[in-house]
């Protein structure tokens, strides 16, 4: 999960050669694909994702919260849409 998070795909590439289950979450039920969602947006590199699919990762997969790593690309694309169009949204009290 951490180097999911920290974008380290040989890292990545390590655990998935190790047999590492790149469905496997977290105790909120995070998934690599989720923590590799954050580093894309952070970035603008997305092999990590592509890795992970490539590997088995299920986009369907929901956290404790109900939401897969697309309803949270959504939520944030969403959100950056309404500051860059100057909406009102719950972002305001950021």
């Known amino acids: 999960m951490e ?3 920290r974008g380290d ?4 590439e390590r655990l998935i ?8 979450g977290n105790s909120n ?8 969602k954050t ?9 990590l994702i592509r890795l992970l699919l490539a590997s088995g ?5 929901r956290d404790k919260a109900g939401k897969t790593a697309a309803d949270y690309t959504r939520e ?15 972002a305001d009290s950021v």
């Not at 795909?9 to 990545?12: D, F």
């Not at 050669?17 to 496997?24: C, K, T």
């Not at 580093?39 to 092999?47: I, L, M, P, Q």
């Open 3 to 5: 180097a999911c998070w």
């Open 9 to 12: 795909i040989a890292e990545v």
């Open 17 to 24: 050669r190790e047999g590492a289950d790149v469905n496997a």
């Open 29 to 36: 039920g995070t998934t690599p694909l989720m923590y590799a």
């Open 39 to 47: 580093h894309a947006f952070s970035t603008g590199e997305t092999r």
């Open 57 to 61: 990762a299920d986009p369907s997969r």
């Open 76 to 90: 944030r694309c969403r959100l950056v849409l309404q500051l860059l169009r100057n909406e009102p949204s719950q």
